[in-house]
């Protein structure tokens, strides 16, 4: 399993035009085949910073998703409404049993 988190500091005055786009994203990211779950997440802490959190069958399903048409055309428009490069963590992992 591969667990992705993707921090995206986004323009004040572009985080509606944001959201817009990021709902599109989920939306369509979900529904690839190898998704596990695909979340975005409003940081507490820190205004207009939002990580999307990632979970994929295999490094397959994340290179599948990286040349999608939802996930080029996201990453295309992303000049226009961040604020700071997108920061990129990728883990391994297992689920465990409580």
Do not use: C
């Not at 786009?21 to 979340?39: C, D, F, I, M, T």
């Not at 963590?89 to 465990?96: H, I, N, R, V």
């Amino acid at each position: 399993m591969i667990i992705i988190h993707a921090t995206l500091r986004v323009d004040v005055t572009q985080q509606e035009v944001f959201l817009k786009e990021a709902e599109q994203l989920v939306a369509a990211s979900r529904a690839e085949k190898g998704n596990l779950s695909y979340r975005l997440q409003k940081d507490v802490e820190q205004e207009n910073v939002f990580t999307m959190v990632e979970v994929w069958e295999d490094l397959k399903a994340v290179a599948a998703h990286n040349v999608s048409g939802h996930f080029t055309a996201f990453t295309a428009k992303a000049r226009e409404f961040l604020a700071a490069p997108l920061e990129v963590q990728a883990f391994e992992g297992q689920p465990l049993q409580l």
